[in-house]
Each structure stands twice: as C-alpha cells, then as structure tokens.
C-alpha cells in the first residue's frame, strides 16, 4: 500500500514529465560519440554543427544546374577539402 502525497509532493510532480526524460534525449548523442571515439561533448557539438554546415552546402551545391562550370568547381573543391581532412571515406 502506497502512502497519500503530501501537498508539496504533489506540486513537484506536477513538474516532472515521466513520458519524456532529459537522459532520454541524449541516447543518440552518446552512440554516435562512442562510434567515432569522441571524448568530449562539446567536440561532439562541434562536429554535428560541422556535419550539418557540410551537408547544407552540398545540398545547395546539388541545387545549382548540373552543366554549370561553377557547380563542377565547387564539387570537386568540397570533395578535395574533405578528403584531406578526412571527413569523407570511400
């Protein structure tokens, strides 16, 4: 048998959300820093942001006409920046 909340036990539970916990949110995050051996989250911040500025670009590269000289530059200028730094692997 379970005791009666007080009125102050009560109110604080109003607060907390049972469906949607914090821990819960982070559970992608933790995978992905295990899979690249990421030790740090602000790396792991910094790299999502990277990931995401990387793949805006390409989309609007990918936007541009495909017979466009510009758009075959800035392909393969993309694809060169990203193959030293080793973001890109075949």
């Given amino acids: 048998m379970v005791r009666k909340l007080r009125f102050h036990e009560k109110k604080l539970l109003k607060k907390v959300d049972f469906i949607n916990w914090e821990v819960d949110k982070n559970l992608h995050e933790v995978t992905v820093m295990r899979k690249f051996h990421i030790q740090k989250r602000e790396d792991y911040t910094k790299y999502n942001e990277l990931s995401r500025r990387i793949r ?30 080793q973001f890109f692997h075949f």
């Fill in 56 to 85: 805006d670009l390409a989309r609007q590269i990918k936007e541009l006409d495909a017979n466009d000289p510009f758009r075959v530059e800035a392909t393969n200028t993309l694809l060169e920046k990203l193959y030293e730094n």
